[in-house]
């Protein structure tokens, strides 16, 4: 089966951090820029974090900008999501999943559409 798999989640509190994982199944993460999402209970996924396959860079939603770090193991097939200094509005299911049409991430906001492979999702709770 064709996808990721996510884990790490847990629950802290305020101020505490979550390290994510999110391992390819089924295909090789090379060419593809890979994006991490959230949903919260009653919101729209968003997408948190982008970190493209050509160079490495990196795109951050502004609310999380210098408290999460995304990086990736090409040769593992594997990408993480360091989430530091958590609030309570960082509640979410997390997911990752592999933009098909780039390798660059983009500034801006994240498109759903052009991301697939999702995982099962992994729960980060941040209690207050």
């Known amino acids: 089966q064709v996808q990721f798999v996510e884990s790490g989640g847990g629950s802290v509190q305020s101020g505490g951090s979550l390290r994510l994982s999110c391992a390819a199944s089924?295909?090789?993460?090379?060419?593809?820029?890979i994006g991490w999402f959230r949903q919260a209970p009653g919101k729209e996924r968003e997408g948190v974090a982008c970190?493209?396959?050509?160079?490495?860079?990196?795109y951050y939603l502004p609310s999380v900008k210098g408290r999460f770090t995304a990086s990736r193991d090409n040769a593992k097939n594997t990408a993480h999501l360091q989430m530091n200094s958590l609030e309570a509005e960082d509640t979410a299911v997390y997911y990752c999943?592999?933009?098909?049409?780039?390798?660059?991430?983009?500034?801006?906001?994240?498109?759903?559409?052009?991301?697939?492979?999702w995982g099962q999702g992994t729960q980060g709770t941040v209690s207050s």
């Open positions: 970190i493209s396959s050509s160079d490495g860079s990196t």
């Open positions: 999943a592999a933009n098909l049409m780039r390798t660059r991430c983009e500034p801006g906001e994240m498109k759903r559409h052009e991301f697939n492979y």
């Open positions: 089924g295909f090789f993460t090379d060419y593809y820029a």
